[in-house]
Structure formats: C-alpha cells, structure tokens
C-alpha cells in the first residue's frame, strides 16, 4: 500500500502565495516522477507540473514562471511554491506519483494519487 498526503492549501488573495506539500509513504521500493495535477469545478483534471527521479521538470503553460516544483531532500516529499496567484488557480489540488513497489520487478510502476486540497484565490 502506498499513500499520498497532501498539506498546506487555503485561502489566499490574488497576488499571493502558497506552498503545497507532499509526501509519500507505504511500500515503496522507487519514486519515479512526482507531480501536482488541479481540477477546477466543472473541469478535467489538468497537470500542473511534474517532476522525475532525475530533476527534470515539466509546466502546464500557464503555470511556467509563477509555480515551483521541487522534491525534498527525503526524496518522497514534493512541493509545489505557487506565486502570483490567480482567482483562476482556484481548485482541489491533487499530489501525483508514479512508483515502483516490487524491486524484482522495476518496470511494474503505478500511480498514485493524493486526496486533494483545496486552493481558493480570492479577487
């Protein structure tokens, strides 16, 4: 079993700044990529960034210059430093990852995803 839990959403006026937090835990043999995907009332589900075992990073466009992703130096832990908020960054965030539980069998990597919180920018 693998679980995800996420902290640190809230209310926020437009302009400021929230951190969200991550952290996995369970069995856990390989974290491959950790993300942040958000789901607005009424929309699909959308990635707002990602980030793998290696570093490398990916944005949603509309993210890219005012949100962070960064993983801890534990490396089960991710964030995301959001900046700049907008009354449309309002959503329940959700924290992502894609794990490997069995080391004899690396290649069988599964998601998992977080319970979500809730992020509300206020105009």
């Known amino acids: 079993q693998v679980q995800l839990v996420e902290s640190g959403g809230g209310l926020v006026q437009a302009g400021g700044s929230l951190r969200l937090s991550c952290a996995a835990s369970?069995?856990?043999?390989?974290?491959?990529?950790m993300g942040w995907y958000r789901q607005a009332p009424g929309k699909q589900r959308e990635l707002v960034a990602a980030i793998t075992s290696g570093g490398s990073t990916n944005y949603a466009d509309s993210m890219e210059g005012r949100f962070t992703i960064s993983r801890g130096n534990a490396k089960n832990w991710v964030y995301l430093q959001m900046n700049s908020l907008k009354p449309e960054d309002t959503a329940v965030y959700y924290c992502?990852?894609?794990?490997?539980?069995?080391?004899?069998?690396?290649?069988?990597?599964?998601?998992?995803w977080g319970q979500g919180t809730q992020v509300t920018v206020s105009s």
């Open positions: 369970g069995s856990i043999f390989s974290i491959n990529a």
């Open positions: 992502n990852a894609r794990i490997t539980s069995d080391p004899l069998a690396p290649a069988n990597e599964y998601d998992y």
